[in-house]
């Protein structure tokens, strides 16, 4: 495997190392270690990605993406970050209401 990082390729929205759909598995893990003491900075962040992602790929496209597809490619696996993080336990009980 080459050095190099699992960013997204923009307008397309996979990933340069993997060319997996970025956030690839990897990717999630090294933003995980990068945002370990910020989680919400990294919603903030990946938001924004989800945004710009939902921008490209309405326009390049056919068929626009699914915006539950997109929430949980970009954000599922920081809310779920978030509320598995032990310092938050109980805060999002009303997510699963």
Not at 36 to 55: G, H, I, Q, R, Y
Not at 66 to 86: K, S, T, V
Request: aromatic content about 10%; overall charge negative; charged content about 20%.
């Amino acid at each position: 495997m080459s050095g190099q990082r699992h960013a997204p390729i923009r307008p397309l929205w996979g990933c340069a190392a993997c060319a997996q759909t970025w956030p690839c598995e990897q990717a999630r893990a090294e933003l995980a270690a990068e945002y370990a003491d910020e989680p919400k900075l990294l919603a903030f962040d990946m938001a924004s990605c989800m945004v710009e992602a939902s921008a490209d790929l309405v326009r390049l496209l056919p068929d626009p993406p699914d915006p539950a597809e997109l929430y949980a490619r970009f954000m599922g696996f920081a809310r779920h970050l978030a509320m598995n993080r032990p310092r938050n336990l109980g805060h999002f009980n009303w997510f699963n209401n």
